[in-house]
């Protein structure tokens, strides 16, 4: 084996740790994908032969390049239109993306993460999902062990104080299945029962034509939203998926995948619905390659394209 095949060796077999790391830095797959290529193209022009540990060479590049990738997604989602949501990723082949355990990955955990600090961010994500010891993770971010210890500490705080208890997933699935019955069927009191009492709906377009812009929040809103695009459930086909360690429904209609509808929920029913209606952020979890022309049935009355993948 030469150098770069082995190089390349090693890189594969950190590969999943790294988009795993990249991936809850960023909230999004393709952003994610994107990273990891370019850690890939330092470790081929690094010098590989003072490497001690290559698996934390990769790391600490991946994340040092995701805090920096961060800063300027922030920047740019200043003039996103309408709520802004994770873009999904495809978790049924590896539930916890390379990671020791499935934390800081659903919808709900990632966009607390958002108010956090890059450096709050990268520390929670290493020590909580990849368990890296603080020494580990003061030496990727170039800091020391104390002021490690301080930022995971604010960050868990942070996703304590905000977060209630998360409903079985078992629960989650019957909920989001049970949801899309009742608005499919129009049975809005069924729907109501299982929303919670401050449930907000939010619906990620980034402007395309139809796609709801605020935020809709608190019981009634919701169902008088839901009510009101009841229209939206003819011809329309559900597919499941793991997305983000949960089930979610990708959204069809001829054959064409244009959007993927998840729940957060708690024990006190569903707290978040989540529209992801921007074309471009559902990649990761189709299945269906589509012209880029192919219109895509959208809520309500929205026409976009879905992007070829």
């Known amino acids: 084996m030469d150098d770069l095949e082995e190089a390349a060796a090693v890189f594969m077999g950190v590969r999943p740790r790294l988009f795993g790391i990249a991936y809850r830095m960023l909230s999004s797959a393709t952003e994610a994908e994107d990273l990891v290529q370019e850690v890939w193209l330092r470790w ?12 934390a060479f990769l790391a600490t590049t991946a994340t040092r390049l995701a805090i920096n990738a961060l800063q300027s997604a922030r920047v740019r989602r200043e003039t996103y239109v309408g709520p802004w949501l994770p873009e ?29 600090t890059p450096n709050e961010r990268a520390a929670y994500v290493l020590r909580e999902a990849f368990d890296y010891s603080y020494a580990q993770i003061a030496d990727i971010l170039q800091s020391t062990e104390p002021a490690v210890r301080q930022l995971v500490s604010r960050a868990r705080k942070h996703m304590a104080g905000e977060r209630r208890t998360p409903a079985t997933a078992a629960a989650q699935r019957e909920l989001l299945s049970t949801f899309i019955t009742a608005a ?3 049975d809005m009191a069924a729907l109501e029962r299982l929303l919670s009492a401050d449930v907000t709906s939010l619906s990620d377009g980034n402007g395309k034509l139809g796609v709801a812009r605020k935020v809709l929040v608190g019981v009634p809103a919701v169902t008088q939203f839901m009510n009101a695009i009841t229209w939206f459930w003819d011809g329309l086909d559900v597919r499941w998926v793991s997305a983000n360690g949960q089930v979610s429904a990708v959204l069809r209609r001829n054959g064409v995948e244009f959007g993927v509808l998840a729940v957060s929920t708690t024990t006190d029913g569903i707290d978040r619905v989540l529209w992801m209606l921007n074309p471009e952020k559902i990649a990761a979890v189709s299945d269906v390659s589509e012209s880029p022309t192919s219109q895509s ?7 976009g394209r879905l992007r070829q993948s």
Not at 94 to 103: I, S, V
């Open 44 to 55: 081929q022009t690094c010098d590989r032969s003072v490497v001690v540990n290559p698996a």
């Open 88 to 116: 999904p990723v495809d978790t049924s082949a590896d539930p916890y993306l390379g990671a020791e355990r499935g934390e800081a990955l659903e919808f709900a955990a990632l966009m607390l993460m958002e108010k956090l």
């Open 184 to 186: 499919r069927t129009g």
């Open 297 to 303: 049935p959208l809520l309500p009355g929205h026409e």
